[in-house]
T-cell receptor, first 117, second 113 residues
């Protein structure tokens, strides 16, 4: 089946550091990728939708300058958490859609657990 | 997208069928019903999706009522590895650009030995 790889799986860093998370579709081309955030014991919250070659669409309340998204190819999207602070600590998950228009499902990566000290 | 309502938690005996309900009474005619599950500390796993006909794959069956206002995910023979949070979501077909996806709180299924 469709495989989405996310790297790193976990990261611990100091406050003020910028952290980059990669999301790759391994066996298919993904025109659209999605970034989610999940706090403990809560559901997934969509942060942004990323289309290859264009600017990401951010959900209300998500700071564009804080969470930089780049989707430069059909198999790679990156999320950079800039100047991270303890409140940015969370589980970040990406997903990718197989194909273009239609009802193909999203396939998710295994997530990145980010801890800011 | 329409919202969904699911029970907070359910238990199921190992080897028995697990039937997970979902209400989506405001679903529109062209919205699909998708089911995902999330095992602790992992990303969600796609299970199945459908529009109005019942669907079956190697993981599960999806039963959608005729009025499409509710659906049931059936795991025919639950195992301990099926313990997870199960999410039912409804989504419009992707038409380019932006797609809104809203995850609810899901159902925490506990499979009991």
């Amino acid at each position: 089946g469709a495989v989405v790889s996310q790297h790193p799986s976990w990261v611990i860093c100091k406050s003020g550091t910028s952290v980059k998370i990669e999301c790759r579709s391994l066996d298919f081309q993904a025109t659209t990728m999605f970034w989610y955030r999940q706090f403990p014991k809560q559901s997934l919250m969509l942060m942004a939708t990323s289309n290859e070659g264009s600017k990401a669409t951010y959900e209300q309340g998500v700071e564009k300058d804080k969470f930089l998204i780049n989707h430069a190819s059909l198999t790679l999207s990156t999320l950079t958490v800039t100047s991270a602070h303890p409140e940015d600590s969370s589980f970040y998950i990406c997903s990718a859609r197989l194909g273009g228009r239609g009802n193909q499902p999203q396939h998710f990566g295994d997530g990145t657990r980010l801890s800011i000290l | 997208d329409a919202k969904t309502t699911q029970p907070t938690s359910m238990d199921c005996a190992e080897g028995r069928a697990a039937n997970l309900p979902c209400n989506h009474s405001t679903i529109s005619g062209n919205e699909y019903v998708y089911w995902y599950r999330q095992i602790h500390s992992q990303g969600p796993q796609y299970i199945i999706h459908g529009l109005k006909n019942n669907e079956t794959n190697e993981m599960a069956s999806l039963i959608i009522t005729e009025d499409r206002k509710s659906s049931t995910l059936i795991l025919p023979h639950a195992t301990l590895r099926d313990t997870a949070v199960y999410y039912c979501i409804v989504i419009l077909p992707y038409s380019g650009g932006y797609q809104k996806v809203t995850f609810g709180t899901g159902t925490k299924l506990q499979v009991i030995p």
